[in-house]
């Protein structure tokens, strides 16, 4: 079965590091663009960053530009989620997600194929 894993996630002071990672198992990655999102209590769903396999590009939120990086590990089949100078109001589960190549569809989440449980990311003020 099709899966995506998230791990990483934790209880940090405001301006630390995370790295968050997306490992897949039974799926094709290079089949799909893979797409972090993030969700606070109370808030919707909301995209993070995202990184294709064929021209490994990158798009980011306006909110975590400069900040938030997307690396990725063919050779393991993860994709990472590097977060630095963390704030308060990064707290959130963070989710990875498979899905299409196209463009615009980055911001569609019911264009997504798959989606892990999510790790909780916790910043302290």
């Known amino acids: 079965q099709s899966q995506l894993v998230e791990s990483g996630g934790g209880f940090v002071q405001a301006g630390g590091s995370l790295r968050l990672s997306c490992a897949a198992s039974a799926l094709t990655f290079s089949a799909y663009a893979i797409s972090w999102f993030r969700q606070a209590p109370g808030a919707e769903r909301e995209f993070v960053a995202r990184?294709?396999?064929?021209?490994?590009?990158?798009l980011h939120a306006d909110s975590v530009k400069g900040r938030f990086t997307i690396p990725r590990d063919n050779a393991k089949n993860t994709v990472y989620l590097q977060i630095n100078r963390l704030k308060h109001e990064d707290t959130a589960v963070y989710l990875c997600a498979a899905g299409p190549h196209t463009y615009g569809l980055t911001y569609s989440m019911g264009a997504y194929d798959y989606w892990g449980q999510g790790t909780q990311v916790t910043v302290s003020s």
């Open positions: 990184i294709t396999w064929s021209d490994r590009n990158t």
